[in-house]
């Protein structure tokens, strides 16, 4: 029996990290535009856009007297 994956929050920040410093570097060296690095690290990425679509919006809800 296998054991499952696990999930090291401290190797996760130093791959975040490192993938930074490159980032920073590529920029530095005229590699690639800021504008086009974060296009591709943007939270939205990998959404495919013409097939996405919003299936509930929020709703605002009061929370209490809004007079206090």
Excluded: C, Y
Excluded at 13 to 25: I, L, P, T, V, Y
Excluded at 30 to 38: M, Q
Excluded at 42 to 59: C, E, H, K, P, Q
Aim: aromatic fraction near 6%.
């Amino acid at each position: 029996m296998s054991t499952p994956p696990t999930f090291d929050v401290e190797k996760r920040r130093e791959a975040k990290r490192r993938s930074r410093e490159q980032d920073a570097a590529r920029i530095q060296s005229g590699e690639i535009p800021a504008v086009d690095l974060n296009k591709r690290n943007g939270f939205f990425s990998l959404l495919d856009r013409a097939s996405a679509r919003v299936v509930a919006w929020r709703s605002r809800v009061k929370l209490g007297d809004s007079h206090r």
